[in-house]
């Protein structure tokens, strides 16, 4: 997924500073909880070890390479926060008999899983170390005595919980880019032909017009109509009428393969071809090819249509130069010469050059 990479940044940042702000104000409420024979070693463990993390994550935010590599920074984050907390757990008890309460594991969690965004399995990764890290702690020094088996299950549950969650976010994303691709693909495609459509088709030719005027090259537009379609539709069925759009489509799809080339349907049985940087001789082969290809492929067509074999009409425009020219302008010159096209006998291709 591509990255609006600023305005992330910008987001992580404040994410960041929202949390050493958090840390201030449970310091307040710990400071009311504490006798004052504490103060010293929690002080060192929040503003001396807590918050420079956190800053020193806020620094490195300014790293060319941050966003790239930024869950992998925040799991050490989770693990650093998480681990300092375990120290102060531990020397509380050990130098103090006091107390200290492990809640703020699962804060930690909670916030740099989901405010921070670690992804899922990083998250597994480093909550299954925080567990760890809690049992082995309590194995060392059971500071909650006979609330130790409730106290590390609720930090094992939590934490799961918080991966858990993790997960199915992580999948609603992936869910909702997948819709949101395929509707793009929707918009852009004629699902029939798997052709632009007539809107992308539009949007995509005059850009192209655009990039050729400014480079001064040539460019053509192709109409192209399937012959008596109607006839055909009529005698084999709707359902066969559209074998045959997939078919132009496929043709289409055979003689033009360059990049730049834009291949759209227009409307019903009706097709445009934009091509920039061409030849006239070029584009008249192609136009040739296009009808070779009707003949091989020898579908018979409907009784009294104006051929035995299925075809196409074709209507090419050639511009040697597109300055002060529109693709509008460039379809309606297409559109008269494939006119003429049909007038002639139909299965055949009309150019002109303006
Ligand atoms: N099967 C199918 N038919 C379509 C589709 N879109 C348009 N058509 C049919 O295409 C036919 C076009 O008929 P006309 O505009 O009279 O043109 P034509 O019969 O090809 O005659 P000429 O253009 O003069 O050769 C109509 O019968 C439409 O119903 C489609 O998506 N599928």
Redesign the pocket.
């Known amino acids: 997924m591509q990255i609006n990479r600023p305005s992330e940044l910008k987001r992580l940042r404040i994410a960041l500073i929202i949390g050493a702000v958090l840390i201030v104000v449970f310091m307040t409420a710990d400071l009311m909880l504490l006798p004052s024979t504490m103060y010293e070693l929690y002080i060192f463990d929040r503003l001396l070890l807590q918050l420079p993390i956190v800053f020193a994550v806020v620094v490195a935010s300014y790293w060319r390479k941050f966003i790239q590599h930024r869950a992998y920074v925040f799991a050490g984050l989770l693990a650093a926060l998480t681990y300092s907390n375990y120290w102060l757990i531990f020397v509380c008890w050990q130098e103090h008999s006091f107390i200290f309460p492990y809640e703020g594991t699962i804060l930690y969690a909670f916030f740099c899983v989901f405010a921070l965004g670690i992804p899922f399995k990083l998250a597994v990764s480093v909550n299954v170390i925080n567990i760890l890290g809690f049992l082995g702690l309590m194995w060392i020094t059971p500071v909650y005595g006979d609330r130790v088996p409730i106290s590390a299950a609720f930090v094992a549950g939590s934490l799961f919980i918080c991966v858990y969650a993790r997960y199915r976010l992580d999948r609603s994303v992936h869910l909702l880019k997948e819709t949101n691709e395929r509707l793009l693909k929707l918009s852009k495609f004629d699902p029939?032909s798997d052709l632009l459509s007539r809107r992308a088709l539009r949007e995509q030719s005059e850009k192209l017009v655009a990039l050729s005027q400014r480079h001064k090259v040539s460019m053509a537009v192709m109409m192209l109509?399937?012959?008596?379609?109607?006839?055909y539709?009529d005698s084999f069925g709707?359902q066969q009428?559209?074998e045959a759009?997939k078919i132009q489509a496929r043709i289409m799809k055979q003689v033009f393969k360059r990049e730049t080339d834009i291949l759209g349907r227009y409307g019903?049985?009706e097709f445009i071809v934009v091509l920039s940087d061409i030849e006239k001789s070029q584009a008249t082969m192609q136009a040739k090819a296009l009808l070779d290809k009707w003949k091989e492929t020898a579908i018979e067509h409907a009784q009294g249509a104006k051929h035995p074999l299925m075809s196409c009409s074709i209507g090419v425009v050639f511009a040697e130069s597109v300055t002060d020219v529109s693709i509008d302008w460039l379809i309606d010159e297409a559109d008269k010469a494939l006119y003429e096209a049909?007038a002639n006998g139909?299965a055949q291709f009309v150019i002109t050059q303006v």
């Open positions: 029939l109509d399937l012959d008596d379609f109607k006839k539709n709707h009428g559209d759009i019903g049985e049909k139909k």
